[in-house]
C-alpha cells in the first residue's frame, strides 16, 4: 500500500509540475515573442527573415518599371514552403533556395541565394 501512495504523491506532483511549466512557457513566449522552430523549413525561413534583402539587377529593373510588386514578399518569408529537393543548401559560398508560396494572390517560387549577412533574390517566377 505505501508504494500506490508514493505513486499517487508523484503523479500528482508531477502532473502539477506540468501545468504550472505549460502556463509559464506559454506566458513567457507570448511576451517576448519567442517561437521555437525545430523544422528544417521553419529554421530556414527564420534565418532567411533574419538577414538583409538584395534584388538581382533583372528584379530591381522589373520593380522600377512596376512589373513586379513585392509588398507581400515578407508574408511569403513567413509562410512559404522551402522546396528543399530543388534547393542546394550546402553550396558555396551562398546556398541556394527554392522558396514557394503565394504572392499577391498568385502562386510564385523564389530563386535565391542565402549568404552570410544577406539574402540575393534572384529570380521571382
Known amino acids: 500500500m505505501a508504494f500506490l501512495k508514493r505513486l499517487g504523491f508523484y ?3 508531477l502532473s502539477l509540475g506540468l501545468i504550472f511549466l505549460a502556463f509559464f512557457l506559454k506566458k513567457k513566449s507570448e511576451e517576448t515573442g519567442v ?3 525545430y523544422l528544417p523549413n521553419c529554421r530556414v525561413l527564420k534565418d532567411l527573415r ?3 534583402y538584395e534584388f538581382s539587377p533583372d528584379l530591381q529593373q522589373r520593380i522600377q518599371s512596376n512589373q513586379l ?5 515578407g ?3 513567413t509562410e512559404g514552403s522551402i522546396n528543399f529537393d530543388e534547393s542546394n ?3 558555396k559560398p551562398c ?3 527554392k522558396l514557394e508560396g503565394t504572392l499577391n494572390q498568385q502562386e510564385v517560387s523564389i530563386l535565391l541565394k542565402s549568404c552570410k549577412d544577406k539574402v540575393l533574390i534572384e529570380a521571382i517566377d
Open 95 to 97: 546556398g541556394e533556395y
Open 89 to 91: 543548401p550546402r553550396n
Open 35 to 37: 517561437s521555437f522552430c
Open 75 to 77: 508574408l511569403l518569408f
Open 69 to 73: 510588386d513585392t509588398t507581400g514578399l
Open 11 to 13: 503523479l500528482a506532483g
Open 50 to 52: 533574419n538577414k538583409s
